[in-house]
């Protein structure tokens, strides 16, 4: 299954690709530092101006799902796992 991470996915843009990830059938992390709850998509609380809670967070995502590609644009970041 494809994998994404979204940052700031509690609300706006973030919260909007977040959806639409899902939505195009992947497994979907979001970070924010609320917990604004979408089904389907697993909420992660970090602070993302801490970067090794950034880290830590990241690292239990790569346990669970394997390689991500980063694509950013303004203030979310989208992480994409590739390959199969």
């Given amino acids: 299954m494809k994998t994404a991470l979204v940052t ?3 609300s706006g843009i973030g ?3 977040a959806a639409a990830l899902k939505n195009a059938g992947f497994a979907v992390y979001e970070f924010s530092r609320r917990n604004v709850p979408q089904y389907g ?3 992660i609380s970090v602070d993302v ?3 090794n809670a950034v880290q ?4 239990e995502i ?3 799902a394997g390689k991500l590609l980063r694509q950013q644009s303004g203030d979310f970041l989208v992480l ?4 199969q």
């Fill in 8 to 10: 700031g996915g509690s």
């Fill in 80 to 83: 994409l796992r590739t390959g």
């Fill in 62 to 64: 790569l346990s669970e």
């Fill in 15 to 17: 919260r909007s690709t």
């Fill in 56 to 59: 830590k967070a990241v690292g």
């Fill in 49 to 51: 101006t801490d970067e």
């Fill in 41 to 43: 998509i697993k909420h």
